[in-house]
Structures are given as structure tokens and as C-alpha cells.
């Protein structure tokens, strides 16, 4: 295990307790449902819901959610508490482990999201949700992939530069948290004790230099950042970030104003300070990432035109 593979292995073990540290009362969480048989390991997701809308005879918004990891480690375990929250909030939430760097090239890992997000048209058999009101939600490099699914979905040219499947569903909104969609950006970012250019080489398949001057060798280079991809056929928006974020740096403003330039419907919801930092959100314990949560889900009901009640717990928490 190199150096970048013990820095996100240890955020994963020691995030683990605290983003888990909230629990939402009568959900159900039905485990390693199989949404491609490649991997029995990976290739697998939780689904959450709210016990009694299982069969309340109403359809119900779905969210699959691509948990982040430096882009080569992370679980769905370490999502509990956020998968939790949206299912608390009426959603069905798919929760999806998938294949990563350097087990795989990043085409296949591309490919993964898009099996998951196909599954839900399986899942709809067995359960009462809604196909036509589907989240996509990931927090760092899951909301970089999350963007990229988004990217895929409405650019088939894109899709068939990297021969990925064919997309059956269509995202209706994206929650995107804390994540990086300019992967350009990290040829000038610090390269501490060489993380950020060992990452670049696992996802890339080839050894990157530490000054970054080879990336150009990958053939697909200009390709793999959603933030050159965004047009007017995106679904409305929510996205976070930290302006003091320490691992993705000056990644969410530039691609919020992608979404002002393409006349994109979107929420913004930014934080400050060195304490408030990369996926704050997650940790529910503390009011500001509640505050966003409550935003997002708030918004994201508004844009599907569903039943929300989030509206007092937003102007409690801000009085």
C-alpha cells in the first residue's frame, strides 16, 4: 500500500465513527443487493427507506449516492448516517460500493455507475419508486463521478469515447458535496510526500511525474473532467463546498459558475473557515453540516415537486 492508499485508508477508519454518529429511527437498510455480477465484492449496494413507505401505494424519489475516497479508497459503510438522512427524509437511497483504482482502469469505474444507475430500472419492479425523479449524490471524488454520470448522461459522444453502456435512466437532480470536477487543477495543487501525483498515476494507469509534466500521455486527458462538459441539458443542482478545503481547492466555485453560464438551475451552499473543511457535511453531529443537509434535501424536493418538510427545521436552525 503506497503513501496516497494509507492517507485516504486512514481519513476512511478514522471518519468512520463520527459520520456514522447520527441514526434516523425506522429505516431500513437491505444489504450487498448485486447490481453486476463482475464483482461480488464491489459491485454491490445498500438500499435505504423509511419503513412505512414501502407499500403506501405512493411512488417515491430514489438517490444513488457514490460514497468519495480519494478516488481509490472509501466504502458505502462509511455512509450510513447520510444514507439515513435522505431515506429519513422520504427517499429510496442506493448506496453503491464499485470498483476503483488501481483494481481498475477509470473507464471501468465510469462503467460501474452507470450499471448502477441502470439498476434502479430493476429495482422498480420491487420496490415503489420513482424512475422519473432520480438524485445523484456523491461527496468528493463520488461527486466527481457523480458529475461525470450526469456528463455521460447527456453527452453520447462522451459516453462512446470511452465505450461505457448505455444509460436507461436519466438523472433528475445532483447533490454534489465537497467534490472535484477539474482534475487539471491538481497538476498545480501541493504535492505533499507525493500524494496527489501517486493518486494521478493510479487513476491515469501509468506513473505521472511529481511535476506532473507527463499527464498528457493519457490519451483521454481532456475528457475526464466534468466541469468541461456541463451544458444546457443539466438537471437543477445542489453544491457545497469549502472555501478552505484543503484537498479540493478551488474546485466548487468554478463549477457553479458552469452552471450560471449554461443557464443551469442550482443551489449553492458554501462554508469558511479552516475547521469547516473538505466534507464537513457529513459529520450530522454538528449544526452547519445539518444546516446543509436540510438545504439540499429541501431544495432537491422543491425541484421534483414533492411533499417536503424541511422548511421549519431550516428556519429553526437559522433563527
Not at 461505457?164 to 454534489?176: R, S, T
Not at 465537497?178 to 491515469?204: A, H, Q
Not at 468541461?228 to 479540493?248: G, M, Q, R
Not at 417536503?308 to 433563527?319: K, P, Q, R
Request: aromatic share 12%; net charge negative; with cysteine.
Amino acid at each position: 500500500m503506497n503513501r496516497a492508499e494509507l492517507v485516504f485508508k486512514a481519513i476512511d477508519v478514522l471518519g468512520e465513527r463520527p459520520q456514522n454518529a447520527v441514526r434516523y429511527p425506522g429505516i431500513i437498510r437491505i444489504q450487498n443487493i448485486a447490481y453486476h455480477n463482475e464483482s461480488e465484492e464491489f459491485n454491490v449496494a445498500d438500499l435505504y427507506f423509511r419503513r412505512d413507505i414501502f407499500d403506501d401505494g405512493k411512488k417515491h424519489p430514489v438517490l444513488l449516492y457514490i460514497h468519495g475516497g480519494g478516488f481509490i479508497k472509501g466504502d458505502k459503510d462509511y455512509r450510513i448516517t447520510n444514507s439515513e438522512f435522505f431515506a429519513h427524509h422520504g427517499y429510496f437511497v442506493f448506496n453503491i460500493d464499485y470498483r476503483m483504482p488501481p483494481e481498475v482502469e477509470i473507464d471501468e469505474n465510469y462503467a460501474d455507475i452507470i450499471r448502477a444507475l441502470n439498476y434502479i430500472d430493476t429495482l422498480k419492479k420491487y420496490c415503489n419508486l420513482d424512475t422519473d425523479k432520480i438524485v445523484i449524490s456523491g461527496d468528493s471524488s463520488g461527486a466527481y463521478l457523480s458529475a461525470m454520470l450526469c456528463a455521460f448522461a447527456n453527452d453520447d459522444d462522451l459516453r462512446n469515447r470511452f465505450q461505457l453502456p448505455e444509460i436507461k435512466l436519466k438523472p433528475a437532480a445532483l447533490a454534489l458535496m465537497c467534490g472535484i470536477f477539474d482534475l487539471r487543477k491538481l497538476e498545480t495543487s501541493p504535492n505533499v510526500m507525493g500524494i496527489v501525483s501517486k493518486t494521478l498515476s493510479m487513476i491515469l494507469g501509468f506513473e505521472v511525474k511529481r511535476d506532473y509534466s507527463n499527464t498528457t500521455e493519457y490519451e483521454h486527458i481532456d475528457y475526464i473532467s466534468p466541469i468541461s462538459f456541463v451544458n444546457e441539458k443539466w438537471p437543477p443542482v445542489f453544491i457545497t463546498w469549502a472555501d478552505d478545503d484543503i484537498l479540493c481547492i478551488d474546485q466548487g466555485k468554478p463549477m457553479a459558475e458552469k452552471f450560471d453560464e449554461f443557464g443551469i438551475k442550482y443551489k449553492s451552499f458554501v462554508v469558511d473557515g479552516f475547521l469547516n473543511n473538505h466534507c464537513y457535511h457529513l459529520n450530522l453531529r454538528f449544526k452547519l453540516a445539518k444546516r446543509c443537509m436540510n438545504k439540499c434535501v429541501h431544495f432537491l424536493n422543491k425541484v421534483l415537486d414533492i411533499e417536503d418538510s424541511t422548511e421549519d427545521e431550516i428556519e429553526e436552525d437559522e433563527m
